[in-house]
C-alpha cells in the first residue's frame, strides 16, 4: 500500500522538487498544499491530489477540516513572508505569519499522530531559516521568529521514536529560489558572498536530502540539522 504524504507550501520551488522526487519513487500518494494559481502544478496534476488553503487565516477549524488524519508523512515547506522589521511589525502580521509558517502545520502533525501510531510509522520534516541564527534580517523578523519556534521538538514528538515517527527540522540557508525576490532590500550578491561555500543551494540540493529523511532514514531524529553551506 502506498505511504499517504503531505507537502504543505507544495507550489514553492523547493516543493515542487520535493514532490517531483516521490512521484519518481511512485510508491507515495501525494497530496500537495498550495495558496497559489495552480497552473504551476500542470505537469503533476494527473498524479497528485491537491489542497488549497490560506493557512494565515485565523479560521483554523475551518483550515484542518480540509485535510485528512490519516497522513504517514508531513513535510513543513510554509514560508510566508510579510516584509516587516522587529521596529515596525503590526499584530495583524504577527498573527498571520505565525498561523501560516507555524501554528497550522503543528496542528495538521498533531491531528495526524494517532494514526501513525497506530500503523507504527510516521515522517516529519518541519523546516527553519538560516535567518534564525542571526536574529532575522531587515524585513524578515517575524518570518524568522516563526522558523525558530519551528525548531522547538516537543518531547511528546521525542517519546514517539519507539513507534517508529521520526521528526526532525531543517534549518535551510539561503537557496536559489523566487522565495528571495519577496524580500525587500536584498543584496543576494552580498548575502551569497558570507557563505563558506560562496553559493546559494538548489532546491534540489535540498529536496534531495529531505527525500533522503524520508525514504532512507531510519536514525536520524529530532534533530535540527543545518543545511546552510556551513554558515
Same mark, same amino acid.
Given at each position: 500500500?502506498?505511504?499517504?504524504?503531505?507537502?504543505?507550501?507544495?507550489?514553492?520551488?523547493?516543493?515542487?522538487?520535493?514532490?517531483?522526487?516521490?512521484?519518481?519513487?511512485? *510508491? %507515495?500518494?501525494?497530496? /500537495?498544499?498550495? +495558496?497559489? &494559481?495552480?497552473? !504551476?502544478?500542470?505537469? =503533476? #496534476?494527473?498524479?497528485?491530489?491537491?489542497?488549497?488553503?490560506?493557512?494565515?487565516?485565523?479560521?483554523?477549524?475551518?483550515?484542518?477540516?480540509?485535510?485528512?488524519?490519516?497522513?504517514?508523512?508531513?513535510?513543513?515547506?510554509?514560508?510566508?513572508?510579510?516584509?516587516?522589521?522587529?521596529?515596525?511589525?503590526?499584530?495583524?502580521?504577527?498573527?498571520?505569519?505565525?498561523?501560516?509558517?507555524?501554528?497550522?502545520?503543528?496542528?495538521?502533525?498533531?491531528?495526524?499522530?494517532?494514526?501513525?501510531?497506530?500503523?507504527?510509522?510516521?515522517?516529519?520534516?518541519?523546516?527553519?531559516?538560516?535567518?534564525?541564527?542571526?536574529?532575522?534580517?531587515?524585513? *524578515? %523578523?517575524?518570518?524568522? /521568529?516563526?522558523? +525558530?519556534? &519551528?525548531?522547538? !521538538?516537543?518531547?511528546? =514528538? #521525542?517519546?514517539?521514536?519507539?513507534?517508529?515517527?521520526?521528526?526532525?527540522?531543517?534549518?535551510?540557508?539561503?537557496?536559489?529560489?523566487?522565495?528571495?525576490?519577496?524580500?525587500?532590500?536584498?543584496?543576494?550578491?552580498?548575502?551569497?558572498?558570507?557563505?563558506?561555500?560562496?553559493?546559494?543551494?538548489?532546491?534540489?540540493?535540498?529536496?534531495?536530502?529531505?527525500?533522503?529523511?524520508?525514504?532512507?532514514?531510519?536514525?536520524?531524529?529530532?534533530?535540527?540539522?543545518?543545511?546552510?553551506?556551513?554558515?
Amino acid at each position: 500500500m502506498k505511504k499517504k504524504i503531505l507537502i504543505l507550501g507544495g507550489s514553492s520551488d523547493i516543493g515542487l522538487e520535493v514532490a517531483k522526487n516521490f512521484l519518481n519513487s511512485k *510508491t %507515495y500518494d501525494l497530496t /500537495l498544499h498550495h +495558496h497559489s &494559481n495552480s497552473r !504551476i502544478f500542470k505537469n =503533476l #496534476k494527473l498524479r497528485c491530489n491537491f489542497i488549497k488553503s490560506d493557512l494565515s487565516n485565523s479560521n483554523h477549524s475551518k483550515i484542518l477540516k480540509k485535510f485528512d488524519n490519516d497522513y504517514d508523512i508531513i513535510i513543513n515547506l510554509v514560508g510566508y513572508i510579510s516584509n516587516q522589521s522587529f521596529e515596525k511589525f503590526n499584530i495583524r502580521e504577527f498573527y498571520k505569519t505565525i498561523s501560516a509558517n507555524t501554528l497550522v502545520p503543528i496542528l495538521i502533525i498533531r491531528k495526524s499522530l494517532n494514526k501513525m501510531k497506530k500503523k507504527n510509522y510516521g515522517r516529519i520534516i518541519n523546516t527553519s531559516s538560516i535567518g534564525v541564527k542571526f536574529g532575522g534580517g531587515k524585513t *524578515t %523578523y517575524l518570518y524568522s /521568529l516563526s522558523k +525558530h519556534m &519551528n525548531e522547538f !521538538i516537543p518531547a511528546y =514528538l #521525542k517519546k514517539m521514536s519507539d513507534r517508529n515517527i521520526l521528526y526532525n527540522c531543517l534549518r535551510i540557508g539561503v537557496v536559489n529560489t523566487k522565495l528571495h525576490k519577496k524580500i525587500k532590500k536584498k543584496d543576494l550578491i552580498k548575502r551569497v558572498n558570507l557563505i563558506p561555500t560562496k553559493k546559494m543551494a538548489t532546491a534540489k540540493e535540498i529536496s534531495d536530502f529531505i527525500f533522503y529523511l524520508i525514504n532512507k532514514n531510519n536514525f536520524i531524529n529530532n534533530e535540527v540539522i543545518n543545511i546552510s553551506g556551513g554558515e
